[in-house]
């Protein structure tokens, strides 16, 4: 039985627009009163140096590997060689110098015993600084 047939019930209701005007104030004083600190007004005197030029970078040579196992160094095709004449054309291109680095740009077809050959071809020389090129993948 509802004896209050007449009568409805009133819900409360929470009014949003003075508790965003409150957050709003709130933010424009905090963005107002923040200091940012600004790395670009730093003074800094950097240290100087005597130095009189800057040391020349190694000699490079470039020993290309084609994927049927043909060789070119410096822009010379040397062909199918074996281990030795890799070695006497190394040995003419580094003319005799030991600071020489050896850039390898194998194939990435190209066999595992082309590229050991080049390696060891430059460690009968004395060439022991060797390197790889690669591209980044796209």
């Known amino acids: 039985m509802n004896f209050r ?18 957050l709003l104030v709130i933010v424009i004083f ?10 670009a007004d730093l003074k800094i005197n950097l240290p100087s140096t005597s130095a009189q030029q800057t ?14 196992g043909r060789y070119q ?21 580094a003319a005799n110098r030991s600071d020489v680095v050896v850039v390898i740009d194998a194939d990435a077809q190209a066999t595992h015993q082309s590229v050991v050959n080049v ?3 430059a460690r009968r020389e ?13």
Do not use: C
């Open 5 to 22: 047939k007449g009568r409805r019930e009133d819900y409360p209701e929470i009014n949003l627009i003075p508790f965003i005007d409150i």
């Open 30 to 39: 905090l963005a107002v009163t923040t200091t940012y600190a600004r790395f």
């Open 55 to 68: 040391p020349t970078p190694p000699k490079q040579i470039d020993v290309a590997v084609a994927e049927d």
């Open 73 to 93: 160094i410096d822009d010379t095709p040397i062909g199918d060689a074996s281990v030795d004449q890799l070695a006497a054309a190394l040995k003419k291109a």
């Open 119 to 121: 390696m060891e071809a």
């Open 126 to 138: 004395g060439l022991t600084r060797i390197t790889f090129a690669t591209q980044t993948a796209q």
